[in-house]
């Protein structure tokens, strides 16, 4: 089954930014890589139910959540079956863990922030703070 790695969390003084990784692996066939997957962010801060955030289709759509449209951006990067999740202005309300998911979705034009997923990686803390 697929298996999604997030990395980049930290400590980031509020103003700075991020660059969140979700690194895929264990496709069952080697033609059917990341790009077959649309792929979303999602966050939990602590107390509050999980957001879906940011997402990116299989022909690069993409859609954000109001709370960090014009500061966060997704991407398929040039590292094979990677995807980021680039935040700028940080805020001390975007603390909280942020999970990638991923869920087969071959040439579709949109994607959605909703947690229709059914791949999940383990998540990253991110805490922005002075």
């Known amino acids: 089954q697929l298996q999604l790695v997030e990395s980049g969390g930290g400590l980031v003084q509020p103003g700075g930014s991020l660059r969140l990784s979700c690194a895929a692996s264990g496709f069952s066939s080697p033609g059917y890589g990341f790009n077959f997957y649309a792929v979303a962010w999602f966050r939990q801060a602590p107390g509050k139910e999980r957001e879906g955030i940011s997402c990116?289709?299989?022909?690069?759509?993409?859609k954000y959540a109001d709370s960090v449209k014009g500061r966060f951006t997704i991407s398929r990067g040039n590292v094979k079956n990677t995807v980021y999740l680039q935040m700028n202005t940080l805020e001390p309300e975007d603390t909280a863990v942020y999970y990638c998911?991923?869920?087969?979705?071959?040439?579709?034009?949109?994607?959605?922030?909703?947690?229709?997923?059914?791949?999940w990686g383990q998540g990253t803390q991110v805490t922005v703070s002075s």
């Open positions: 990116i289709s299989t022909t690069g759509g993409t």
């Open positions: 998911a991923a869920i087969w979705n071959p040439r579709s034009p949109i994607c959605t922030i909703q947690p229709n997923y059914n791949s």
